[in-house]
């Protein structure tokens, strides 16, 4: 079975960096595009970031100039570079990607959550 599994979170101070990751495994035929999501305390899940497989990057307005996303195709992992961290910034961030094994069509995989806490 294809599995996502994150990696990268924890506690940091407002102003500080963390960077997730996320890498696929498992039978894997093609991956398609790749995002990261968040969900906070009393919040719906938003989208944070995504990136196609040829590169192109989108971002909500909020993360902006603060936050990068980035994929390795080679290793089939995405990665997102946090700067600037705001307590805002707080939430459960999980990692998505399509995914389709040979013989199959796409199928959106989800990885199991990392939390991260901005807190002074």
């Known amino acids: 079975q294809v599995q996502l599994v994150e990696s990268g979170g924890g506690l940091v101070q407002p102003g500080g960096s963390l960077r997730l990751s996320c890498a696929a495994s498992?039978?894997?035929?093609?991956?398609?595009?790749m995002g990261w999501y968040r969900q906070a305390p009393g919040k719906q899940r938003e989208l944070v970031a995504t990136?196609?497989?040829?590169?192109?990057?989108n971002y909500v307005d909020s993360v902006k100039g603060r936050f990068t996303i980035s994929r390795d195709n080679a290793e089939n992992t995405v990665h997102l570079s946090m700067n600037n961290l705001k307590p805002e910034d707080t939430a459960v961030y999980y990692c998505?990607?399509?995914?389709?094994?040979?013989?199959?069509?796409?199928?959106?995989?989800w990885g199991q959550g990392t939390q991260v806490t901005v807190s002074s």
């Open positions: 990136i196609t497989s040829g590169g192109s990057t």
């Open positions: 998505n990607a399509g995914i389709r094994q040979r013989w199959s069509s796409y199928i959106d995989y």
């Open positions: 498992g039978s894997i035929f093609s991956v398609g595009n």
